[in-house]
Nanobody, 117 residues
Framework: QVQLVESGGGLVQAGGSLRLSCAAS????????MGWDRQAPGKQRELVAAIASGGRTNYADSVQGRFTISRDNAKNTVHLQMNSLKSEDTAVYYC???????????WGQGTQVTVSS
């Protein structure tokens, strides 16, 4: 049984930084990819960033160069370092885990990120 617990959301001014964390409460065996989606009010949920067990990463064009995802396989934890935040980054961020880039079998509870201008 895999549970994902998110932390690190909050309120920050434009240009500032936040770091999100997502920890699995049980060992992950067949899950190869972990990442974050986000959903802003009135908008579709979209991929933010993902990372495979071997370290390969995938980023949305809108966050490329500003966000960095990392993974500690030994601790079953992933982190999303968000720099140069913009108002359009405001959303609920949902951590997920799956067996491939497109699989999202497990979800975190979501954490609110609000960027003020």
């Amino acid at each position: 049984q895999v549970q994902l617990v998110e932390s690190g959301g909050g309120l920050v001014q434009a240009g500032g930084s936040l770091r999100l964390s997502c920890a699995a409460s049980a060992r992950i065996f067949s899950v190869n990819v972990m990442g974050w989606d986000r959903q802003a009010p009135g908008k579709q949920r979209e991929l933010v960033a993902a990372i495979a067990s071997g370290g390969r990463t995938n980023y949305a064009d809108s966050v490329q160069g500003r966000f960095t995802i990392s993974r500690d396989n030994a601790k079953n934890t992933v982190h999303l370092q968000m720099n140069s935040l913009k108002s359009e980054d405001t959303a609920v961020y949902y951590c997920y885990a799956g067996s491939s880039w497109s699989d999202r079998s497990y979800w975190g509870q979501g954490t609110q990120v609000t960027v003020s201008s």
